[in-house]
Structure formats: C-alpha cells, structure tokens
C-alpha cells in the first residue's frame, strides 16, 4: 500500500513547494495593502462602495499590477539574490527567470484590462501606474529615486481607484489628490527606511545606512503630517476630524518609536519586523481616511478588515 502511494505523495509535495515558491515570489500578503488603496481613493471619490461593479474590477486591476511588480522585483533582482538572498524562488532555482518575467508582464496586461473595463480613464490611470512599476523595479530601486518612485507608484495606486467614471482633470481633485500625496510620502519614508534591510547591518551605522533611516522616519513623519493637514483643510468632511487626528497620532508614536528603537539597534531582523509594522499601519491609515471621509463604520471598518489575511498570511509568507 505504501508502494502503491509514494508516487502520489511524491507529486504532492512538489505541488506545495510550486505553490509555496509562488505565493513567496508575489509576497502575497503585502497585496491587501494595495487593496487599502483603492478602498481610500473609490471612497474619497464616491462616498460608498457604488457601482461595486466599478470598484471590484480597480480593486483586481490594483491587485494585478501590485503582483506584477513583486515578481519582477525579484526578476530584476535575480543576481543580487542570488548573493544576499539564495533561498528565493529565483536564485534557488524553484520559478525560472524567463516564467517570472513572462506572469510580470502578464500581470501587468491583466490588471490593465480590468481597469479598461472600469472605463477608459481608470485604463489610462492603470497604464501610467505601469510603467512606474516597471521603472522601480528595472531603474530606479537602487537610486536615492527609487523610494520617490515607489511613492509615486503608490500615489497612482489610490487615484486608480478614485478614477472610475470620471474625467481624468476630475482625479486630481481633493481630497483624493491630498490623500494621494500624503499616502505616497508615507511610502516612499516606508521605502528608504527598508534600503538596507538584507543587509548585516553593523553596530556602527554606515553615513549612507544613517541618512536612509534616518530620512525614512522623516517621510513616515511627513505622510501622517500632511494626513492631519488634509483633516483640518476640509471641516465640512463627514467624519469627525479630531477622532482621525488622534487615531493618526496614535500610529505615529508607535510607527515612528520603532523605527528609532530600530535605529539605535539595528539588525535585518529587526528594521524589517519594523516595515513589516508600518505597512500594516498604513491600511488602518487608510481606514481613518476613510472613516474621515464619510463618517461610515462599515466603511473604514472593512478597510481596516484587510489586515485580517495580511497578518494571517504574514505569518506564513515575509511581505518584504
């Protein structure tokens, strides 16, 4: 009997390790924060969920195109991995470079298509949030542009889900445009502060280590800034602008006394348990967006909710 199943058992491991070299390569979890996105953006711009059609065709387009940009991430990275990071799917040898490059790009033209279907404005948005994704990952990551860029990209990200059925002159309103601003810069501080997180960061911090967290706390500081400054610009918002300053403020002491904790002990592990910290942060900021916008619980409450498979799926799977 034992005979007779060994071969099934054989395939069925190889099927988790096919699966398991996937789910790490697309960093899945990290997926629901760009899902935190287009709640935020759809909201700001629609006060509801309505037409749901609309928002589940940007909330699949975002989800496509963030994915898209964690494996070619990795496909543009493949040589470096293959010395700082061996046990990535690449470099290990479990997902060929060509197969990465090919679902990248496939991806792409996915979440391009369901944003055409969106309409064409969110088609022209998703094309222009491609091309950033693609120039992070293949130009920019490792320049002093790249966290601008990563920024950049995650500023678009919320305006694709505020274009659905308007003109592209209407995207650029407020409060979207500020929430777009003051999202993308939390990112971009999130982004510096992980530059050197694969690295064996020493016990005396190089001037160049220094500058990038140091400016990373800076930018996280600065995005929940320019949050505060959107609430107090717009009273006639629905939601109460102090329970949203206080909330914001809440995440800023714990967001930014860990990133100096990390910065006084630095270690791989530790700057990246930190981003892995701020990213989560930055979904409840989207929900007190959210609950700021429209004064509606189920509203932010289902932003916030995206937390729930991020974390679980976090345990299993880094987002970084």
């Known amino acids: 009997m034992a005979i007779t199943h060994f071969p099934r058992t054989i395939g069925t491991e190889r099927s988790i390790h096919f699966m398991k070299a996937w789910l790490q390569i697309l960093r899945l979890p990290a997926v629901f924060t760009a899902m935190a996105d287009i709640f935020a953006g759809f909201i700001l711009s629609h006060q509801s969920l309505q037409p749901v059609n609309q928002f589940l065709l940007l909330l699949g387009s975002s ?14 990275d493949r040589e470096l991995d293959a010395i700082e990071r061996p046990e990535r799917p690449i470099p290990s040898g479990r997902i060929s470079a060509s197969t990465a490059l090919l679902a990248g790009f496939l991806l792409l033209i996915v979440g391009t298509g369901l944003a055409l279907l969106a309409g064409p404005t969110s088609a022209i948005m998703a094309g222009i949030l491609a091309f950033f994704v693609v120039s992070y990952d293949a130009l920019t990551k490792g320049s002093w542009l790249g966290p601008i860029n990563m920024g950049l990209c995650r500023g678009l990200n919320l305006l694709l889900g505020a274009s659905a059925g308007n003109a592209f002159v209407e995207i650029f309103a407020q409060p979207q445009l500020m929430a777009a601003f003051a999202m993308g810069t939390y990112i971009a501080g999130v982004t510096l502060f992980a530059r050197d997180e694969s690295h064996e960061v020493p016990g005396q911090l190089s001037t160049s280590t220094k500058i990038s967290l140091i400016g990373g706390v800076l930018g996280v500081a600065a995005g929940l800034g320019l949050l505060c400054a959107m609430f107090a610009s717009s009273p006639d918002a629905a939601g109460n602008p102090q329970t949203a300053w206080f909330v914001i403020l809440l995440i800023g002491f714990s967001a930014i006394r860990r990133m100096l904790m990390a910065i006084r002990t630095p270690s791989p592990q530790i700057i990246q348990s930190t981003v892995k910290l701020l990213l989560f942060s930055y979904v409840i900021c989207s929900g007190v967006v959210v609950h700021w916008s429209t004064n509606n619980p189920w509203l932010s409450f289902g ?8 974390m679980l799926l976090g345990r299993l799977i880094r987002l970084t």
Do not use: R
């Not at 989800?63 to 543009?76: E, I, K, Q, R």
């Not at 932003?303 to 991020?310: D, W």
């Open 303 to 310: 932003t916030v909710a995206l937390l729930i498979p991020a």
């Open 63 to 76: 989800s496509c195109l963030y994915l898209a940009g964690m494996v070619l991430n990795d496909y543009f």
